[in-house]
């Protein structure tokens, strides 16, 4: 088994006791590698990223929002959100209209073609999920999800 920095008391200029494999923001990083590779496993088959089914999923849970606002509730920059609203659009899975109210806000929401496939998917979603946390007790993967939402909010 590998030993941490702090064990061996072994760092490099960054000073004793420094490893980048105990840093919070690389293990993170690693988690999430190894949570979209099992998504995209599963969604893969169905010509999907991860963030492309965030796009769907939260719209699934939403409905109608406007591409402004999807992209801050999946965490994406616009440029990123805009071009997978695009994609999805060429798919017959999202559908974007103006809004009536505010000409300048681009809507966007699932057609049915996009509702029935994320219904499809959402399954797919949470095998993965349970592949991502097999590791842990159920106990802990509580833990785990309180945990990140707390170091998600700040």
């Not at 999430?32 to 496993?41: P, V």
């Not at 606002?69 to 559908?95: D, F, K, S, W, Y």
């Not at 974007?96 to 979603?125: F, H």
């Amino acid at each position: 088994m590998r030993k941490t920095s702090t064990e061996t008391g072994i760092g490099p200029s960054a000073g004793p006791g420094y490893c980048l494999d105990d840093q919070v923001g690389f293990l993170l990083r690693r988690a999430y590698q190894r949570a979209t590779a099992n998504l995209g496993r599963g969604i893969g088959a169905h010509d999907l990223t991860p963030p492309q089914f965030a796009v769907l999923a939260r719209l699934h849970e939403r409905g109608s929002v406007s591409q402004n606002l999807l992209g801050r509730l999946v965490v994406m920059e616009p440029a990123n959100v805009r071009t997978i609203v695009q994609r999805l659009g060429r798919r017959g899975l999202v559908r974007t209209e103006r809004a009536p109210a505010d000409r300048r806000l681009l809507m966007v929401s699932l057609t049915g073609k996009g509702a029935t496939l994320t219904r499809r998917l959402v399954p797919i979603e949470l095998d993965a999920t349970a592949a991502t946390l097999a590791p842990l007790t159920p106990r802990e993967r509580t833990q785990l999800r309180r945990l990140l939402a707390k170091v998600a909010q700040g």
